[in-house]
């Protein structure tokens, strides 16, 4: 799961996640120059997805690794930045055997809370090097936009929330009312990914 610190330094950042009264934490915290920090090991748990679901996993904390990149979550991230996530997220993948499509962001399972890794984020970049996904332009425009939704994984919450993630993800600086291109795109993810591929 990737996020953002949405804190002004690396080192703030870096205090705050190592800090147990925080009672926050994640597995890796990689620098705007790339470098990697490891703050928990990938097979404990972490405290960084709090309440929310993914796919049906409600604990997410016990089923995922957290990946925090220092931004304070209105700023570009630095090309060194993503280089260092590419990498990382590559050997992640292979170690514990993650699918493309299990590469999530903190929005995609707490959309009502949470907006982390933000419309900044390019993930079409990762989807290019197969560490995440990308949809079609194959989907069915009308087919319905909350069924697909979480067929694809996002939980079951208020539709205007999830439409919300979705976009922020899929289609940054959209908005208004649910469209057929939100529905094509989120039918061509449900076909294609359906979340019982990650349980």
Known sequence: MIHYTAMPTCAEA???LCDPAAEVSAHWLIAEDGTCDQLVDEA???WHAGAGAWGGITDVNSH????????PGDAPFPEPQMAALERLLAVIMARWAI???GVIGHSDMAPERKRDPGP???WQ?????????WPRAEGDPSADFGISARTFGYPDVAPDAVLA????????????P?????RAMVDDLARRFPFNRLT
């Not at 995922?64 to 931004?71: F, K, R, T, Y």
């Not at 649910?178 to 939100?182: G, I, L, P």
Request: proline letters at 2%.
């Open 125 to 133: 970049r990762l989807a290019r090097s197969g560490l995440a996904i």
């Open 99 to 101: 699918h493309r499509e």
């Open 120 to 122: 900044r984020f390019d």
């Open 178 to 182: 649910e469209d057929d291109t939100d």
């Open 44 to 46: 404990r748990r972490a």
């Open 14 to 16: 870096r205090a705050r």
């Open 165 to 176: 993630a979705f976009r922020l993800r899929f289609r940054p600086g959209v908005h208004g």
């Open 64 to 71: 995922s690794i957290g990946i925090e990149l220092a931004n």
